[in-house]
């Protein structure tokens, strides 16, 4: 099985290797890439925060089907909606992002929800985001994304 795997585990400084455009194919399989991801720092006494990610497809589409964190025991991918003139989040299953598109992941809109935080995770620590996709062909693929913890407001 083929299976295109990009990661972009680097320091703030060479992310722009990352960025859209740098990784296009002409294979016709989808190229996967991200930035700005990031996990608000939960209140204290919570275990539930929300996260934010972009993430970039080149060269086919994909669907986002799950998402897991080294530092949460389980991620939801969620989005607003305004229901009875009230802004409320639900979760949805399947995120899709056409070939070229970038599908933004960030407060107030589409997010990343932790559920059941590892209890010393604080601003300045570093997590990793495991994102799961499947491709227009079926093919699963795979992106491992470095959180930076950020404090509310940042
Ligand atoms: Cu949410």
Not at 22 to 33: N, W
Request: glycine share 12%.
């Amino acid at each position: 099985m083929k299976r295109l795997v990009l990661s972009c585990l680097l320091a703030p400084a060479f992310l722009a290797a990352c960025q859209p455009g740098s990784t296009g194919s002409d294979t016709g399989e989808p190229v996967l890439s991200y930035e700005d991801a990031f996990i608000q720092a939960p209140l204290a006494g919570r275990d539930v925060t929300m996260g934010g990610i972009r993430i970039t497809v080149e060269g086919g589409g994909v669907t986002l089907t799950g998402v897991t964190s080294d530092v949460a025991e389980t991620v939801e991918t969620h989005t607003m909606e305004m229901v009875d003139d009230r802004m409320t989040m639900r979760p949805v299953d399947g995120f899709e992002i056409k070939a070229g598109d970038t599908l933004v992941m960030d407060r107030g809109g589409n997010h990343l929800m932790l559920f059941g935080l590892q209890e010393d995770l604080a601003a300045g620590d570093t997590a990793n985001i495991t994102l799961t996709f499947e491709s227009e062909g079926g093919e699963t693929l795979t992106l491992e994304a470095e959180a930076e913890v950020r404090a509310v407001g940042e």
